[in-house]
């Protein structure tokens, strides 16, 4: 259809291709080798690849062999003609093109005027938090609902956690223990959110969901069981808070990422990326023919050894 304008013929569309995991060397390689067997009289079949962005490295790669078309935001008439919707003020400073949320409702020029007005919180991400921090649940229960909400919920009960174990443990050191283990639950479940989400792991989205609501409800029900009536949904905690992608966002998806690489703590990736600088421009610590995974196992034990 390219080179013709008529229907017909195979073409290949790799969406998201931003997404293919910066460890993943096999599906690069063989994406490169097609392309650069290219040519006029092995033509193959037309490959589209849609990217967020071509600043990182392996996209740059790629870009070597293609044709590159930006696609800029739209129009303001062209999306009003689209949606048929007017387009608000605090989209246009925020949304970043994004039409989705127009779609949602999630952006109205009252709120621009009127930052005072209610935040209009998800049905039953609210009653969902609540649910699992004062009552008890089937462990194994199946939660059917959409990974958003789910996440959401469990920010709240995050949000309203130390005060659910205050009202049974009181200001000690036992509720400041069983505080960390279940903040290193949700830890946990942020973690497989991280690795779902940039190396497409989708499966652990469900295991992610069961540890967030699942598993904090049996640890603070059998550990500090509520004996009064529930709060009422009022006296839930919500702060609303940015789901797009930001550039706060950015900078958590790269300190996981050197976390992972050097084998250390999230909290303590400025000093291993520091040290591990530091030990590239030295040879008193790291000889320059090293391979690349020695050097990161180095740093890993090095870490430890801090």
């Known amino acids: 259809m390219m080179e013709t304008g008529k229907k017909g013929g195979l073409g290949v569309i790799l969406d998201e291709i931003d997404g293919l995991s910066s460890g993943e060397k096999g599906g690069l390689q063989s994406l490169l080798a097609y392309l650069r067997e290219w040519s006029p009289a092995n033509p193959g079949v037309p490959v589209i690849f849609i990217s967020n962005t071509i600043h990182q490295r392996m996209l740059q790669m790629i870009s070597r062999h293609c044709l590159t078309i930006k696609v800029g935001m739209a129009d303001e008439n062209q999306i009003t003609s689209l ?171 790269m300190l996981c990422e050197i976390a992972d690489s050097h084998g250390t703590s999230i909290r303590n990736t400025p000093i291993a990326l520091m040290l591990s600088l530091n030990m590239e421009n030295s040879s008193g610590f790291v000889a320059k023919k090293q391979d690349k995974k020695k050097k990161v196992d180095s740093m890993a034990l090095f870490s430890v050894v801090q």
């Open 83 to 253: 949606l048929g919707v007017t387009v608000p003020n605090e989209w246009k400073r925020l949304g970043n093109g994004d039409l989705r949320p127009l779609l949602r409702g999630e952006y109205s020029d009252a709120r621009d005027a009127e930052e005072d007005l209610p935040v209009e919180i998800p049905d039953g991400v609210v009653p969902l938090a609540r649910w699992c921090l004062y009552t008890e649940m089937d462990p194994y229960l199946t939660l059917e609902m959409e990974n958003n909400d789910s996440n959401l919920a469990g920010l709240v009960i995050a949000e309203n956690l130390p005060d659910r174990i205050e009202g049974v443990k009181g200001n000690t050191r036992e509720a400041w223990d069983l505080y960390v283990k279940l903040f290193q639950c949700i830890q946990e479940s942020d973690y497989a959110d991280y690795w779902a989400f940039f190396y497409q792991t989708w499966r652990l989205l469900g295991l992610s969901q069961d540890v967030k609501l699942n598993t904090v409800n049996m640890y603070i029900s059998q550990e500090a069981p509520w004996k009064s009536e529930e709060p009422d949904l009022g006296a839930i905690r919500y702060t609303p808070v940015l789901t797009k992608q930001s550039a706060l966002f950015n900078t958590w998806k």
